[in-house]
């Protein structure tokens, strides 16, 4: 009889579900990194100072989130995605070329969490019901401080 756990006590066909919603949100976070970097770089305006350093704190809290699904995956015992050719076919959130618009920056931000969010919800019940414990509180984190950024950069717009 074949081992059914991975090696931390999980559910290998489970795992394998998580691990693959866990690369689509690791796909999604490397375009909403790149895009707040690009954001950080060629902002313009009024804000520029206020808004290049909010850009920075952005992406250098994407990317330690990036690293953190990665290991996660590859703790549940598989392979994170690791080239853009995966992440730009897998994620939803897209390119943000050319962007230098502070209002329209801010924008393309709420739009990736309108992608992020769902995904860190449906990772936060797929792990809830298999007994993720890891991956469970890191969503749980994810979303707690994202819907607080949502309501901070939605009052900048006054949306």
């Known amino acids: 009889m074949t081992n059914k756990l991975n090696q931390i006590g999980l559910d290998k066909q489970v795992s394998s579900s998580l691990a693959n919603k866990l690369n689509e949100l690791l796909a999604n976070y490397q ?3 790149m895009n707040a970097r690009g954001f950080h770089w060629n902002i313009k305006g009024e804000k ?12 250098n809290d994407s990317l330690i989130k990036i690293d953190e699904i990665a ?3 590859l703790t549940l015992g598989f392979v994170p995605l690791h ?3 995966d992440y730009t076919e897998l994620s939803k959130i897209k390119a943000a ?8 920056a801010i924008q393309e931000i709420l739009n990736g969490y309108e992608v992020l969010l769902p995904l ?4 936060l019940e797929m ?4 007994n993720d414990e890891g991956t469970n509180a890191l969503m749980s984190d994810y979303i707690r ?3 607080k950024l949502i309501w901070m950069y939605s009052a900048y717009l006054n949306q």
């Open 48 to 59: 520029f100072f206020e808004l290049h350093l909010k850009f920075e704190e952005l992406y």
């Open 83 to 85: 080239t853009y050719g």
């Open 31 to 33: 375009l909403f990194y």
């Open 120 to 123: 860190e919800r449906e990772l």
């Open 71 to 73: 290991e996660r995956i």
């Open 145 to 147: 401080e994202q819907e």
């Open 127 to 130: 792990s809830g019901v298999s």
């Open 97 to 104: 070329k050319n962007v230098s618009s502070g209002n329209k």
